[in-house]
């Protein structure tokens, strides 16, 4: 008794389905991949940093690059946050 070739077929169906599977999960991952955000202190931000809100609000006010604002060190002070340079 010969083996069926109808095996085989699906053997390699198979196959073509999972790596298929693997590119598209690839590449799903790297949609939206975005550059690391580089952070320096605030240059208006007044005095201690005790609220994220206002600093971020500082923060893109000072910069229309920053993307963000956070507190943080100690003593707290306010540190934007930007897109780093390719």
């Known amino acids: 008794m010969e083996p069926s070739g109808r095996n085989t077929n699906l053997s390699a169906t198979t196959t073509a389905v999972i790596l298929l599977l693997v590119v598209?999960?690839?590449e799903m991952g790297s949609v939206g991949a975005t550059r690391a955000a580089c952070s320096y202190q605030s240059r208006t931000y007044p005095?201690?940093?005790i609220n994220d809100h206002s600093c971020e609000s500082i923060c893109k006010?000072?910069?229309q690059d920053n993307?963000?604002?956070a507190c943080d060190g100690d003593p707290s002070l306010?540190?934007?946050q930007t897109p780093c340079p390719p």
């Open 24 to 26: 598209v999960a690839a």
């Open 47 to 49: 005095g201690w940093c």
């Open 61 to 63: 006010a000072e910069n």
């Open 67 to 69: 993307i963000g604002g």
């Open 78 to 80: 306010c540190y934007c």
